[in-house]
């Protein structure tokens, strides 16, 4: 299994459902570096330190976090709702 698939499978987990306000780089970075409730240290990934989005249609964004050494590329899928975008895939 590659890092990139790791990380893939971690975010899938761990944010499936989730709503995010908008498809903004800031608000999906934040989100995604959001510390485990009742822990002011554990997050499910190393911080990430940048993402870069690339909207594609309402329900998909190309997404790719960036580290010094490594980027993860692949697509987000989004369900549309009245509150912001549920995270349904990140593949």
């Known amino acids: 299994m590659t890092i990139g698939v790791s990380f ?7 944010f499936i459902h ?6 903004d780089e800031n608000v999906i970075k934040n989100t995604l570096n959001t510390k485990i409730n ?4 554990v997050s499910l990934l190393p911080t990430i330190p ?13 997404l790719t976090l960036v580290y010094d050494d490594y980027a993860i590329k692949g697509i ?5 709702t009245a509150n912001g975008f549920v995270f349904m895939s990140y593949e």
């Open 76 to 80: 987000v899928t989004w369900k549309p």
């Open 18 to 23: 989730t709503i995010f306000r908008s498809k």
């Open 38 to 41: 009742g822990s002011a240290k």
């Open 8 to 14: 893939k499978r971690a975010i899938n987990t761990g």
């Open 50 to 62: 940048k993402v870069e989005v690339e909207q594609i249609d309402d329900n998909h964004t190309a």
